[in-house]
């Protein structure tokens, strides 16, 4: 158990407004934090128009309104004054990169308390704009104290990140399992009925960079049945050229409830998760299916979606962009179930040596005691190894 902290979290988007990868591991390390004695606080932006605090699962989320956004961008006039106000009361404040507008706001509301950012991905759309926001982000990065590589190979590959090794670690996302539903056996039969026995799953939300047209292309003509779970901001256009390759295998169910989700995590066959971007820093939807034992195909793009599905061990490892080569990756576990079977035990065996809540939560405790005990001018031990 540590010494009680209070620990502020400020990012764009949260429970119960939105739910995305980020979102979630935003969740996890409150809940698994929190059992370790730390008070947790999430500030985000809201389109709402009744913003009271709520009590979410043990940790309290503030939310101010969202004025307007650009280039993806949310930015909240009000959100300054009350991050002013919420840094003053709290130990740590842990921002989550990217959010140009939270790297104003930082110095806007002039925290001075101990800072972290967990570095969830580089900027990779936005280039133009990323010309202008460089100085302000490397000034934001200059001025906070630790900051978290999620993998070792975003660590590895990130241009920005490699200007501040000295003051970077690595810290991987971790699962509770405990957290997610069991789904009850006549939903999980409502399933199988609907799609059949055996089938690949994407889980995410439907966004450019998670690669799904790649995957329509690498199911068209095989019958394999693929089951595509999300919503998002290219939903309709996936769709249309599901209809143009005449994709009668291929199901959207759109966004579905955590107990739907897992019941299809439960009876897919394996995991595709073509995201071909360096956008997709790890891949919480990825972790998910090597937590509920599958077998897994992902790109190599030099994330941590290649850390948490190691090649011919968890999973197959494709080129990014090729669906030639994914629907060989699809091929070869569909025509070898033994193969695949043993992937996935091999899948869960890595959830459970390095990526559950309770490493994450021991190693974001031990950084924010360490932060405030270096403002103190106390040295701690180190901090607790990883996997």
Known sequence: MYKPMRVLHFYKTYYPDSVGGIEQVIRQMCVSTGRLGITNQVLSLSREDRLEPIEFEGHSVHRVPLNFELASNAVS???????????????????????????????????DKPTVVTYHSDIVRQKALLRFYEPLRNRFLDSVDSIVATSPN?????????????????????????????????????????????????????????????????????????VIVGAGPIEQELKARARQLGLNNVMFVGALDDMDKVALLKLCYA?????????????????????????????EIGTGTTYINEHERTGLVV??????????????????????????????????????SSQMADAYAHLYAELVARRAGVKLSAAPRLG
């Open 271 to 299: 995991v595709a998760f073509p995201s071909h971007l360096r956008s997709e820093a790890f891949g919480i939807s990825l972790l998910e299916g090597a937590m509920f034992g599958k077998p897994m195909i992902s790109s």
């Open 154 to 226: 975003y660590l590895a590959t990130s241009a920005v990140l490699d200007r501040y090794r000295d003051k970077t670690r690595v810290i991987t996302f971790g699962l509770d399992k405990e957290s997610y539903p069991e789904p009850d056996a006549a939903r999980m039969d409502r399933w199988r009925d609907r799609i059949g026995p055996r089938f690949f799953l994407f889980v995410g939300v439907l966004r450019y960079y998670k690669g799904l047209h790649i995957l329509l292309d690498a199911a068209a003509g095989t019958g394999y049945p693929v």
């Open 77 to 111: 006039l009000p959100a300054i004054g009350q991050l002013a106000r919420m840094a003053r009361e709290a130990d740590v404040v842990h921002y989550h990169f990217p959010w140009p507008f939270m790297d104003l706001a930082h110095f806007l509301a002039r925290v």
């Open 319 to 356: 080129p990014p962009s090729d669906h030639l080569a994914l629907r060989a990756a699809m091929r070869q576990l569909w025509d070898n179930p033994a193969m695949a079977a043993e992937m996935g035990r091999e899948a869960e065996a890595r959830y459970w040596q390095l990526f559950t």
